[in-house]
């Protein structure tokens, strides 16, 4: 049997926790896949005592992160301490500088400082791999570096948060409202105690702006990414979109297009969507995730699973892992970093897209006519308007919109003009209808 | 820039024609992803003079494929040229004698030679690759051995052929019966003059085959796959399905269990199956294929795109390419082809499911009773029971049972004791509940 591939582990949770039982009970058929047998040599965590379920005493033991990075028996840093900076960063410059393989399932720190490791691993000549990073155990990364490899990809887009994707189809279940299954949600360990990256979208476009840039070959841009969370929906948008055909879901959406001076420019949006119940990712429901990607050869490339949990996560870990010991060492992101080419932020003003806007306004005279106005004078061509006549508390009432085709600018337009109106009781929400 | 990987082309159909314009019209990002140009040097095909819509002047012509195969200008054939023994198969051979790549689309051909290619590939140290040869443009031969490489498959089923499931979906979608949608779909160019691969299930349960022995780490054992096609079903059964919340698709389907001594048995079945409508499969329509792979670890991971056309085709076809130009050189079938286990066929009939039964039968006194003394006897418990009240031409009428959890064999044993029986007027038609 040739020389085994060894692995430290650093980050102890559930994950972590995961990938040891992983690499246990699938042994032999991992070392056969893989061509040798992988081991874990050294682990690394806060508290050494804790119990996580799982036999750590066969592994040597390091308080020091950053010593276990270097240590001569090692050919493979895990990293799953998890952060954007701090630890986990220093962790994973450390290994590549050490000459080490680096896996990581952290997707703050990819999507912040993934350019920097991807210089250094090249600068090392080591694989760096972060499949876990993107949509749990779903094998998209390398779906979309290798699989759809031959594809100018067109536009790729997906459901990349399962915490959002159990509450919005929870919501759809039940009826009941945002705040109410957020909760469940919590209790039931779907949701963290602060809720706050998933339900404002930030891990989806941690997400995206990793795809994005194995997609069209562009430097990783998380802090362009448009990002509006889930917060602001009502079971009442819910139950209007359900009325139209449609579901509503959080999707992480990117392309790209020629700027104003003939530059190729990036356009990355995270926000809730209007999905035709006729779409693929009508169905998905509960915490998976989907990701499509649309090739110019290929079509359309679903791509559906478990986007968390121990399990799932640790199988896109040992994946990588696998990869590697099967002396895979292509780029990180599809081409060498260095090739990567630096886009800025597409103006989406010019889009064309069909929106919903929901209003909530004062039951009084006159209001109706404000809005359609605001929305005449801005261009904006309504296709249909319904205000509901179950009233809201406080004698709101709820007027949806759905829009004809046209410029995103427009729509834009039509909500300034009706900024500060006292008809208006709250701002109004706008969503999109995703395009299939 | 690197040295090109130089192809030669044997098959120029419309995949042909397809994989010469996408290396073309994406040449300059599959050479920064593959980290070297990629070059057709050589084609080969049966008529030169054929307009193929594509410029083959370029290239050198080979009136004999085999010669090609040898040419020292060449690192990787590409076999387009169909059929699982003949031209294909000798120049596959002799490709890889000659220490050449070989990339395949051709199911038919690995689901019959793939083992000994496969050992012809190790011999010589080369790749031997045919993502294209299953699903199509999804990339599911790499998610299963690779993606999903750190899990046991517990078991994969899916959506293999795309003529049949744009002939299920249409039936259900107008009403329409099976010979008039068949017809239909000849004349869109979905299904062939000759349709019997596609219809009888053939083409399915080779791609089946190859999925199976990556999956289970299995020899591929085609002729034991168990294969019905779609040519017996009726509007009235889908419509009857539709009744029940079930979708029909015809699925390939295999796992493994412990045969009676203990040794691991291989079940393999392409047949109709009633999908429950929340299962993702219900909302695969058209032409597209989709597969489901479950994990030990990962959970359900389900991938879905074209599962034909020359687009899609020609994708895989050069994603395999690629993969072999940035030094991939893992073994076909996940592990060595000499590891790959003989597995006995799974014996069925213990086996557990829920089935629906329907019968054509005489309108006569006395017909449900003798079934139902038939279930009886076998004990095939009914879960429901439809004799529909509009008759069929020829005073036929429809009788159709879901059963209760039970045996196969069960179910099979009351078949039996209905042969023969003058009441019906058909043989019966079994398709299971997919089990989610």
Request: charged share 25%.
């Amino acid at each position: 049997m040739a020389t085994p591939l060894r692995i430290a582990l650093a980050g102890l949770g559930t994950v972590g926790a995961g990938v040891i039982r992983l690499l246990e009970s699938n042994a032999g058929l991992i070392a056969r896949r893989a061509g040798r047998p992988i081991e874990i040599v050294a682990v690394s965590a806060r508290d050494r005592a804790k119990d996580r379920g799982v036999d750590i005493s066969r592994f040597a033991w390091e308080d020091d992160m950053t010593a276990m990075a270097a240590r001569a028996d090692v050919d493979v840093v895990v990293e799953l301490v998890g952060g954007s900076d701090g630890p986990a960063l220093t962790l994973a410059r450390n290994a590549l500088s050490s000459g080490k393989a680096l896996v990581t399932a952290n997707k703050a720190m990819i999507a912040h400082h993934g350019l920097s490791l991807a210089d250094a691993a090249a600068a090392a000549g080591v694989p760096l791999k972060f499949e876990a990073a993107v949509a749990g155990g779903i094998p998209v990364i390398k779906g979309l570096r290798e699989g759809a490899a031959a594809n100018e990809i067109e536009r790729i887009y997906g459901i990349l948060n399962g915490t959002c994707n159990y509450i919005l189809s929870t919501m759809e279940d039940t009826g009941r409202d945002f705040a109410d299954v957020l909760k469940d949600a919590q209790e039931l360990g779907y949701a963290e105690a602060d809720p706050t990256f998933d339900i404002e979208g930030i891990d989806a476009a941690h997400k995206l702006s990793i795809l994005a840039a194995i997609a069209f070959g562009a430097r990783i841009d998380f802090p362009s990414v448009e990002t509006e969370g889930i917060a602001r929906l009502r079971a009442a948008d819910i139950e209007q979109a359900a009325a139209l055909g449609f579901v509503i879901r959080l999707i992480g959406i990117s392309d790209t297009e020629a700027g104003p001076d003939g530059e190729e420019t990036l356009f990355q949006r995270v926000c809730p969507y209007l999905v035709p119940r006729d779409h693929p990712l009508a169905h998905v429901d509960g915490p998976t995730n989907a990701v499509v990607a649309e090739g110019n050869y290929s079509g359309r490339l679903l791509f559906q699973g478990a986007g968390a949990g121990d399990g799932p996560t640790a199988s896109a870990v040992v994946a990588d892992i696998i990869d590697i010991a099967r002396g895979e060492l292509g780029a990180p992101f599809s081409v060498p970093v260095a090739e990567l080419k630096p886009m800025p932020k597409a103006d989406a003003g010019h889009r064309i897209a069909r929106d919903y806007l929901r209003f909530m306004v004062a039951d009084r005279p006159g209001v109706l006519a404000e809005i359609a106005a605001a929305m005449r004078d801005a261009g904006v061509s309504i296709e249909s308007l319904i205000q509901k006549g179950r009233r809201e508390e406080g004698g709101e009432v709820m007027v949806s919109i759905v829009t004809h085709e046209g410029p995103e600018a427009n729509v834009d337009r039509a909500l300034e003009l009706l900024q500060g109106s006292p008809s208006l009781t709250e701002p109004p929400l706008v969503m999109q209808l995703l395009a299939s």
